[in-house]
């Protein structure tokens, strides 16, 4: 049985600190990387780095053998608990997990058998590192149905909102995909240990969700059943995820080649760059998104009005959170190309970085609804969105890149983001008891917010544009803390910032109401 009441699994206060250990989580591995990457590939050598790149990939990415499963579990879990269900989730889990892990068989095996030639013929590895490398996959192929029940266990842990836990156990995880190597190379720089070691992480990871589940849900235990009828309903669910997570990134990095082939690789480059910086922004709404999905299915069986409440917030939240760092990039786009990269990257990709940077604010927009749709069991239409938008958004790629090089990719792509967010914006509200969303202020707002963008690339001169961001800047916190935030939800941000004073007070029993924001 569950240890909250139900809920407290939708409560504004939990769904704040879970956001908050998701941030964490993503970011501090990125430290990590950022620290450990160099001397990895002095010590391996540009080669065999290029395999553990790859071994990275298939570690960390190949939990899409899961078909959906994982997410589509996190789901169902979390309509038993809304439906005060929980004699319905052992069967469920036990189910899901055996399910994933014969596709993880599966998935392993498919490795495997194409290792040879994937290593002989498809990668062009150097003759000299044939066999290690051969070895290392194969070992690789062995860590995938760990990385499979892996999703599992983490989506059940998801719906219960257990992300302080999960954290917990990413943090070390992701640190040691990056580190453990590193430990390696002192005794060899084989590609067969180093990646011996990123298996042993993987299993050691997988062992700890298992605790972390039966800890949280002891009657795991004593609920050992699997269930025919459950697996129609994970397929559906999770057959439509799985075309999101393909056709997903092929919108995401199909232009990038369509570049390469009308333009020329050093466009590739000059577009490539810009893109990947902006899209770094897309942590905030993700680690968002993931705290929502759970509960967006949880309020869906429950409360509605509190579903639209959840989207509301969220959309909004991210929106706060993310302009900011997108007017100080439209303003001095130019400058920061110029002092990471340098005068060439600054000529050819500042007006691509502006261009991108509004493209990826709608992007964030978009993150939080299509978790909704996703979370209220409509994953269909999110898949069915992306299926008609590939070959048209390609079309469009292809046109404006053909007449304006690489600005016109980016102006593709930052109009397929605008229009993909008002289409799941207004999808969302469908399923939404009316006056709970209101997309007719959201809309005056992101004219407002497109107008200051538009203003900002006018500004010349680090002077002007130093006292332009100031101003709007602090016209921005004024206008979002007066006119955007209710009452209550600036009783909570202060509640936050105060946590420690009030931790040992009386006044902490006053501000209690704010936990339900």
């Known amino acids: ?38 001397p990895l590939v002095r010590g391996l050598g540009v080669a065999r780095f290029g395999v553990l790149s790859l071994a990275w990939v298939v570690v960390g990415y190949f939990s899409l053998f899961d078909f959906g499963i994982g997410r589509a579990l996190t789901k169902l879990v979390a309509d038993k608990i809304g439906a005060n269900e929980e004699h319905a989730i052992p069967p469920l889990v036990w189910t899901s997990l055996a399910l994933m892990l014969l596709l993880g068989v599966f998935g392993g095996v498919t490795i495997s058998a194409i290792s040879p030639w994937l290593i002989h013929r498809a990668l062009k590895v150097p003759p000299a590192l044939q066999r290690e490398t051969l070895h290392g996959f194969y070992l690789l192929a062995i860590s995938i149905p760990m990385v499979t029940t892996t999703s599992g266990l983490r989506g059940i842990l998801e719906a219960q909102q257990r992300f302080r836990i999960l954290n917990l156990i990413r943090i070390p995880m992701s640190i040691f995909s990056f580190a453990g190597p590193l430990l390696v190379l002192p005794f060899s720089h084989n590609l067969v240990p180093v990646i011996g070691v990123l298996v042993g992480g993987r299993f050691l990871g997988c062992l700890a969700h298992q605790v972390a589940c039966f800890q949280a849900m002891p009657a795991l235990w004593r609920g050992f059943a699997l269930e025919r009828s459950v697996v129609a309903p994970l397929l559906k669910f999770g057959g439509w995820m799985m075309v999101s997570n393909l056709v997903g990134p092929a919108i995401l990095y199909g232009d990038r080649f369509l570049v390469g082939a009308l333009v020329s690789l050093s466009a590739v480059a000059y577009y490539t760059v810009p893109l990947d910086l902006v899209s770094r922004f897309l942590v905030i709404p993700l680690a968002i998104a993931g705290v929502l999905f759970p509960a967006f299915a949880v309020s869906m069986g429950q409360d509605q009005n509190r579903t ?112 993909e967010a008002l289409i799941c914006l207004a999808l969302s509200q469908r399923f939404l008891p009316k006056q709970v969303f209101l997309i007719k202020p959201l809309g005056i707002g992101a004219t407002m917010a497109g107008s200051v963008l538009y203003v900002a690339t006018f500004s010349s001169g680090l002077a002007v544009k130093g006292g332009f961001l100031a101003c709007t800047l602090l016209a921005f916190v004024l206008v979002g803390w007066l006119l955007l935030l209710t009452p209550k939800e600036r009783l909570f941000v202060a509640r936050g910032r105060l946590g420690l004073a009030l931790a040992d007070s009386g006044a902490a029993t006053a501000l209690a109401g704010a936990d339900t924001v």
């Not at 959309?315 to 990471?340: C, D, H, M, N, Q």
């Not at 209220?376 to 008609?388: A, E, M, S, Y």
């Open 1 to 38: 049985m569950m240890n909250h009441p139900k809920s407290h699994l939708t409560s504004g206060l939990l769904l704040a600190k879970n956001t908050v250990w998701n941030l964490v989580g993503q970011l501090l591995p990125m430290v990590v990387a950022v620290v450990t990457i160099p």
């Open 308 to 419: 639209g409440v959840l989207l509301s917030r969220g959309v909004k939240y991210t929106f706060l959170a993310i302009f900011p760092l997108i007017l100080i990039t439209v303003t001095l786009a130019p400058e920061i190309l110029r002092f990471w990269l340098g005068a060439a990257f600054a000529q050819n990709s500042g007006s691509v970085l502006r261009w991108l940077a509004v493209g990826i604010l709608m992007n964030c927009v978009t993150v939080i609804p299509f978790a909704l749709l996703q979370g209220i069991g409509r994953p269909d239409i999110t898949g069915k969105l992306l299926l008609v938008e590939l070959p048209i958004y390609l079309g469009i790629v292809w046109t404006l890149t053909t007449r304006f090089g690489i600005e016109g990719a980016a102006i593709a792509w930052t109009g397929r983001a605008t229009v």
